[in-house]
């Protein structure tokens, strides 16, 4: 019945298309700047289904909706399921793994067809996957990993391309191999966090001088870094040349806290959300490594549709980081 449709609905469209033409197309220009507005504000064939995807029902628990970047994700999910006339809800795990594991068991009882799981912890995670698949039920990462080989698919960037990309334009921007630097790290056990500190470390392998006068967690959050900042600041005064921020939203709380002190120290940062790329745009931070959040849950809805359909799904789907600097901040402005 569906590809029926499909095909009437074509049969009609070309039809109008051809009375259109036979008209003079006075509505063609009106039509265009619908889609060209429509791609502007998110492309509309970035949130077309590769699969088959009306009336599916699709639920998403995410580490937190506290943050752009989550919140990103779960936008561009919505106006992915509208237009693909799929049901969607997708649930804030408020930094908890136990309350993600409560709302796949939720997602299940409510009979979902697939479920997106974006994990807080990648161990503790491991359980939300064990209940899905259990229930017979695709789940499909996204962003942050889960260690279980029973993950239908994942769709994510390369989190230790990531510190390893910062770290080395940290030096290459600082212009030598001997300064002291302090790192902020994302919530411990995460596998952005992981990951990010194992590229980190990377690059530090090379530079033995770069020394790290402090390393700890801001769980992600701009008022916790700036908190953690200021204190760093009344420990190491003058002797820290740099900060290594594993996202944004830390490396600009850490900025803050800098620029109430009366000292200007080099940020960088990791997601290229709006706020960081005004701060590249004014040199608050030097630079940040994108994150592509919108293609990242589209990846992932795209898999679990196929999942859903029977289709073969690729293991894994990489997106790869791009650096915004003060050279090309301007390509992402207003980007979403």
């Known amino acids: 019945m569906k590809k029926l449709s499909r095909i009437l609905a074509l049969v009609l469209c070309l039809a109008m298309a051809m009375f259109l033409v036979a008209c003079g197309n006075?509505?063609?220009?009106?039509?265009?700047?619908?889609?060209?507005?429509?791609?502007?504000?998110?492309?509309?064939?970035?949130?077309?289904?590769?699969?088959?995807?009306?009336?599916?029902?699709?639920?998403?628990?995410?580490?937190?909706?506290?943050?752009?970047?989550?919140?990103?994700?779960?936008?561009?999910?919505?106006?992915?399921?509208?237009a693909n006339g799929v049901e969607y809800t997708g649930y804030d795990g408020d930094y908890n793994a136990a309350t993600q594991l409560q709302q796949v068991e939720t997602m299940i009882a409510d009979g979902v067809d697939a479920i997106v799981l974006n994990p807080q912890d990648a161990d503790a995670c491991a359980a939300?996957?064990?209940?899905?698949?259990?229930?017979?039920i695709p789940i499909v990462g996204v962003n942050t990993m889960v260690n279980s080989d029973d993950l239908t698919s994942y769709c994510g960037s390369q989190d230790v391309s990531a510190g390893e990309d910062i770290m080395q334009y940290m030096i290459d921007y600082i212009g030598n191999d001997e300064f002291n630097i302090v790192v902020i790290e994302g919530p411990m056990g995460q596998s952005a966090q992981l990951q990010r500190w194992e590229g980190i470390n990377n690059i530090l392998a090379d530079h033995p001088n770069v020394k790290i006068l402090a390393v700890d967690t801001a769980n992600w959050s701009r008022s916790e870094a700036?908190?953690?900042?200021e204190t760093w600041l009344t420990?190491?005064?003058?002797?820290?040349?740099?900060?290594?921020?594993?996202?944004?939203?830390m490396a600009l709380g850490a900025r803050e806290a800098i620029k109430?002190?009366?000292?200007?120290?080099?940020?960088?940062?990791?997601?290229?959300?709006?706020?960081?790329?005004t701060a590249v745009e004014n040199g608050d931070m030097i630079a940040s490594d994108f994150q592509n959040a919108e293609g990242q849950i589209e990846g992932a809805l795209n898999a679990a549709v196929a999942a859903v359909n029977g289709e073969?799904?690729?293991?894994?789907?990489?997106?790869?980081?791009?650096?915004?600097?003060p050279d090309n901040y301007t390509e992402y402005q207003g980007r979403y």
């Open 26 to 82: 006075t509505a063609a220009p009106a039509e265009e700047a619908e889609v060209e507005e429509a791609e502007a504000a998110g492309g509309v064939e970035d949130v077309a289904a590769e699969g088959d995807a009306a009336g599916l029902k699709i639920g998403a628990t995410y580490y937190s909706l506290q943050n752009e970047f989550t919140m990103r994700m779960d936008n561009q999910a919505k106006k992915w399921a509208e």
């Open 226 to 229: 700036m908190t953690l900042m």
């Open 312 to 325: 073969e799904v690729e293991k894994e789907v990489w997106i790869p980081f791009e650096m915004i600097t």
């Open 260 to 277: 109430a002190a009366g000292k200007d120290i080099p940020c960088i940062g990791i997601d290229g959300i709006t706020d960081a790329v």
């Open 235 to 249: 420990t190491y005064g003058d002797d820290i040349n740099a900060v290594i921020g594993e996202n944004d939203e």
């Open 128 to 136: 939300c996957v064990d209940a899905a698949v259990a229930a017979g």
